[in-house]
C-alpha cells in the first residue's frame, strides 16, 4: 500500500524537523529504521513512500506512527446505507 494525497506532505516535513532535533543525519535514520539512505531522502522530500516505510522511519526517531482516521461528514456514512438499502431492493426485485 502506498501512501499517496495531500498527507503526505506534512508527514515529510515532520520527518525531517524530528530528525534534526534528535540531531542525527539521513544516513544515521536510515541505518536506525533499517532502509536505504535513499529512502529517507525520497520520505523528506515528500516522494512517494510506503505507509509501511513511513512507520520504519518514525520508529527509527523513536515515535510511533498512529493513523487516525475520521468521518468527513455525516451524511457521507446516511448517503452509503441509503445506497446499501437500495441495492438490497433491486437484488431481491430482479
Not at 522511519?57 to 455525516?74: H, K, N, S, W
Amino acid at each position: 500500500m502506498n501512501f499517496y494525497g495531500e498527507e503526505k506532505e506534512p508527514l515529510a516535513e515532520l520527518l525531517r524537523k524530528l530528525r534534526k532535533e534528535r540531531r542525527i543525519s539521513q544516513l544515521q535514520l536510515a541505518d536506525s529504521a533499517r532502509v536505504r539512505h535513499c529512502v529517507v531522502q525520497r520520505a523528506e522530500r515528500g516522494r512517494d513512500a510506503r505507509l509501511s516505510t513511513w512507520r520504519k522511519l518514525f520508529e527509527g526517531l523513536g515515535y510511533y506512527l498512529r493513523i487516525d482516521v475520521q468521518e468527513t461528514c455525516e451524511e457521507v456514512g446516511d448517503l452509503l446505507t441509503e445506497e446499501q438499502d437500495r441495492r438490497r431492493i433491486r437484488r431481491h426485485w430482479y
